[in-house]
């Protein structure tokens, strides 16, 4: 690639890292769930005024707001808030491996040697995180597992829509899974109707919501998009293994999270079963979300 896209790819991945910081700020003071329903309502009113999908497409996107809106974003959202960005950021790397066993399961592409070692690679290096100090609990860290289930399966689903416009397929989808979420944020969370008194108290949930809208959601999937449509998935997607990295260094940086052995081993192991997958399993067709858990 030329050395402007080089430079537009690790814009995009240190957005996609910050973005885990941004949210965990963000969901201080606002409930996870409403949290994501307040993302995809400002996503949709932004994208899908300028796209409109095929007719025969409305059905696969509902299904895509309820897997990947709810079902991925939702309780990854749910997952940050219980634990370290850093090892939110890691946890979430599991969306390929996932996206490895349902190609072999679903569509019947080859596991091979190599997607295996991969695979044992990646889920030993998240397993160590189990042991992290920091974790309080293990359901955050099953929600995030689940989470990843959920982005991998809706990768199946975008498959099935067939050809789309990325941005449509974002906006459109946001605009069903927005009111999904504030459903489940009615029936699950509590005190949203102190929410705007608290942030009008603060400035950093605006921020934090900022962030992943503009930020994370706006300006780098754009690039990204146009980062795939020049160059093939096998240049730019193994740049986003560099995400947790950027999360974790910002984690320890702005939020003043501690780095430990678990992180850094763990981290590693997982980025280097994720890469095996990647580079000896090869890459075939874009994700529904080209990074996991942003």
């Known amino acids: 690639m030329p050395l402007r896209d080089w430079l537009l790819a690790l814009c995009v991945v240190t957005l996609w890292g910050l973005n885990f910081i941004a949210v965990k700020i963000a969901v201080q003071t606002v409930p996870p769930f409403l949290l994501t ?30 897997v990947l809106g709810v079902g991925h974003f939702g309780l990854m959202f749910f997952g940050v808030a219980g634990m370290d960005a ?38 030993s290096g998240v397993a160590l995180l189990v042991g992290e100090p920091s974790l309080p609990s293990l359901v955050p860290f099953l929600v995030l597992v689940a989470a990843m289930i959920a982005w991998a ?35 699950s969370e509590s005190g949203q109707a102190q929410i705007p008194a608290r942030m009008m108290q603060d400035w950093r949930p605006w921020a934090g919501i900022a962030f992943t809208v503009i930020g994370s ?6 690039l990204w998009y146009g980062l795939l449509a020049r160059h093939s998935l096998n240049k730019v997607v193994p740049i986003t293994l560099l995400g947790p990295v950027v999360a974790t260094i910002g984690g320890v940086l702005v939020l003043g999270e501690v780095l430990t052995w678990q992180k850094l ?21 874009p994700p529904a979300e080209p990074e996991p858990g942003t």
């Open 153 to 187: 399966l809706s990768n199946v689903l975008v498959k099935r829509l067939g050809d789309i416009n990325p941005l449509a397929l974002n906006g459109w989808m946001a605009v069903f899974a927005a009111p999904m979420l504030l459903v489940l944020s009615l029936l």
């Open 37 to 66: 329903a307040i993302r995809f309502a400002l996503v949709a009113m932004v994208l899908a005024p300028l796209f409109r999908p095929q007719a025969h497409q409305w059905k696969g996107i509902i299904a895509v707001g309820a």
């Open 86 to 123: 850093a090892s939110a950021a890691i946890i979430t790397q599991l969306g390929v491996p996932f996206s490895a066993l349902l190609a072999w399961l679903v569509f019947g592409e080859p596991l091979g040697m190599g997607r295996a070692i991969g695979l044992v690679l990646s889920f």
């Open 265 to 285: 081993v763990g981290g590693s192991v997982t980025i280097l079963g994720v890469a095996v997958i990647q580079f000896l399993g090869g890459i075939r067709q």
């Open 217 to 222: 959601s706006l300006i780098a999937y754009t």
